[in-house]
Structures are given as structure tokens and as C-alpha cells.
């Protein structure tokens, strides 16, 4: 079993910067795509960003894109969301989630991952 942990959540202005950490037990993190998928109040969880198990394959929600960066350090266990230029649609829960079944590619849909994080908040003030 994988238990995922994010961190970094918090408020910040508009135009900030934010990281997002994701801390994964269990030894097979590096065979994992990993993700981040959002969740604003009263809408659905959507997709953010993907990285493949090596970190050399990256794919990004088109609103997100030129502004964020997801990355893996396999040697740590961990997964990051640089969040720069950060909009008020920005605010939402963010979750970490690993897709077991991928070896190769950046998967984009939920079903595609089996485990979540608990979620990390994030408030971007106008």
C-alpha cells in the first residue's frame, strides 16, 4: 500500500509563488506516474499536471501551463508542483494521486490513478 502526504498549501497574493510537496511511502514510488489534480468549492476535481516514473515526461492542464511545474525526486520519494504566477483561480485543494498501472506516460484522467493523497489547500487573494 502507498500512503501519499502533500504539504505547502497556504495563502498567497495573486502572482505569488507556491511549492507542493507530495511524500510517498513504499519502495515502488519510482515505477509510478505520479499527478496533482485540483479542486475549487463547488466544482469538480480536475486535472493539474503529470510527471512519468523517471520525472522525463511531463503533461499540463492548458490552464496551468507556462505557469506551473511538476517534478519527482524518485531518491527522496517525492513529487513537486512549482506554482508560480498564481492566479485566484488558482484556489483549491490539491491532491497528489499515483498511477500504478503506468510505468510509461503522464495519465490525465482519475480512474487512471490508485492512490491519493489527503489534499493540501491553497487561497490565492486578489
Known amino acids: 500500500q502507498v500512503q501519499l502526504v502533500e504539504s505547502g498549501g497556504g495563502l498567497v497574493q495573486a502572482g505569488g509563488s507556491l511549492r507542493l510537496s507530495c511524500a510517498a511511502s513504499g519502495r515502488t514510488f519510482r515505477n509510478y506516474a505520479m499527478g496533482w489534480f485540483r479542486q475549487a468549492p463547488g466544482k469538480e476535481r480536475e486535472f493539474v499536471a503529470a510527471v512519468n516514473w523517471s520525472g522525463g515526461s511531463t503533461y499540463y492542464a492548458d490552464s496551468v501551463k507556462g505557469r506551473f511545474t511538476i517534478s519527482r525526486d524518485n531518491a527522496k520519494n517525492t513529487v513537486y508542483l512549482q506554482m508560480n504566477s498564481l492566479k485566484p483561480e488558482d484556489t483549491a485543494d490539491y491532491y497528489c494521486?499515483?498511477?500504478?498501472?503506468?510505468?510509461?506516460?503522464?495519465?490525465?484522467?482519475?480512474?487512471?490513478?490508485?492512490?491519493w493523497g489527503q489534499g493540501t489547500q491553497v487561497t490565492v487573494s486578489s
Open positions: 494521486a499515483g498511477a500504478a498501472k503506468f510505468t510509461i506516460g503522464t495519465p490525465q484522467r482519475e480512474p487512471e490513478y490508485d492512490y
